[in-house]
């Protein structure tokens, strides 16, 4: 599904830290939470299998997936597919995770709007049999 | 530089206003302004030559530039030229303009942060002359 080398339009970055990731990641800052626009802006690309930990945004997030397909999950709800040209939003203090599908790495932007009240809450890591809990219908 | 179509991620989405662009602009609200994350997101495609009248933005305004060559403009500075891959500030108020090069289609999404102090004021239309006022260094 995807090239062997990312298709990329933003910067790769850098690794993104095995305390808050599982899997290979790699993000980079578009936009640096300022006083201006109360506004991060990140590039994230998740290698096959990779996800965030779980966590929350005090004011939310919102995702574009730029490439390839991904998993994403609120708590309490089941997993979901996301795939490149959807646009994804967790509402603020929403348990979540998101990444890689297992077969395919991922590309998205994630905006967290109104950052003065805070970027993120890391919470424990997205287990193998949450990850791959995904209802066929 | 472009294909005959657009190279499109997101849903390309409906024809602009003639009040308030100049030539060929397609328009798809990704987020319309809502009250959980305040932020308006949309994914623009301007085609050779086509560019928003001068305008202003309460709260400023990001672009991120998915796919070609556009210009932009703020009240009082040279145009720059903007590529895929680059990210684009207009500070809180600052008039300005954006659009496709003469040469390339140009798309970007655009995010509004901040929505609760208004989305945009229009203005006057981008005249020819200041639209090829470019500096060659």
Redo the contacts between chains.
């Keep these: 599904m995807n090239d062997q080398n990312p298709k ?4 790769i970055g850098e690794q993104a830290s095995g305390e808050y990731f599982t899997g290979d990641v790699k993000a980079s800052y ?2 640096t939470d300022d006083s ?4 991060s ?1 990140f590039n994230v690309t998740f290698e096959k299998g990779a996800r965030t930990n779980w966590h929350t945004h005090p ?2 997030q ?1 995702l ?1 997936v ?2 390839g397909e991904g998993l994403c999950q609120i708590k309490g709800e089941p997993v979901r597919i996301m795939k ?2 959807e ?1 994804i ?1 967790f ?2 203090n929403a348990e979540h995770w998101h990444g890689a599908s297992p077969q395919s790495r991922m590309t998205h ?1 994630a ?1 967290n ?2 950052t003065e009240k805070g970027l993120v809450e890391w919470m424990q890591r997205v287990t193998d049999e949450e990850y791959h809990n995904i209802k066929v219908e």
Excluded: E, H, K, R
């Excluded at 990329?8 to 910067?11: A, L, N, Q, V």
């Design positions: 990329t339009i933003f910067p578009l936009l201006l626009f109360q506004c802006i004011s939310g919102i574009l730029l490439d490149a040209g646009i939003l509402p603020p932007i905006i709007p109104n």
